[in-house]
């Protein structure tokens, strides 16, 4: 893991960090990877404009709405469409760190955070080798620009992520667990 990036997100800029901070980060680093159970899943869609602001995805009751999301996937003719999570025992262990030792708990879900990102990272490059003669869009997840979270719910039950990675959402459509990232990914032959 990219411990600038951690830093990163924690708002570090160039300072010293104290030993105590370098321990929790290290033993966040080493726990973040011990404790996760990676699991992610992907369809394929083709697309299906119904309106401007609408577009369709084939064979399934997923419409994606906005500007934001018709912009991005303008000149595709199909999407990726993806959930990754790292686990409920990452959940856990942020809940049991922030009841006991607060500071570092706080930089255990940040490690977390940034894996889950650079698993998705990792996901793209794997999609993009397995489909090389294609463009790809940058990932693009619901909450972004003004494509509703409230996707969410249609995304997990397309992929049937809650029985192949244990993925859910709440009445406010947040993600459970809570280190899990949904996306899209625009892609067109070259």
């Known amino acids: 893991m990219d411990k600038k990036e951690i830093l990163r997100y924690l708002n570090y800029k160039n300072q010293i960090l104290d030993e105590k901070t ?3 980060l290290n033993e966040s680093i080493e726990e973040v990877e011990k404790y996760s159970n990676i699991r992610y899943t992907y369809k394929i869609y083709k697309l299906k404009s119904i309106s401007e602001e609408i577009i369709q995805l084939e064979n399934s009751k997923i419409q ?3 500007k934001s999301i ?3 996937l303008i000149n595709c003719n199909k999407v990726i469409i993806f959930a990754a999570t790292l686990g409920i025992n990452i959940d856990k262990k942020i809940k ?3 009841k006991i030792n607060l500071a570092k708990g706080i930089i255990f879900n940040t490690t977390s955070s940034v894996y889950i990102d650079e698993i998705c990272d990792e996901i793209e490059k794997e999609l993009k080798l397995k489909y090389k003669s294609h463009i790809f869009t940058k990932r693009y997840s619901p909450g972004y620009g ?3 979270l409230n996707i969410q719910y249609d995304i997990l039950e397309e992929l049937n992520a809650s029985k192949s990675c244990g993925i ?3 009445e406010y459509n947040n ?8 996306a899209l990914i625009g892609i067109k032959k070259i």
């Open 22 to 24: 370098k321990i929790y």
């Open 64 to 66: 994606l709405k906005g």
């Open 70 to 72: 018709n912009k991005l």
């Open 96 to 98: 049991y760190l922030e």
């Open 146 to 148: 003004d494509l509703k």
């Open 168 to 170: 859910y959402t709440d």
């Open 175 to 182: 993600l459970i667990p809570i280190k899990t990232i949904t």
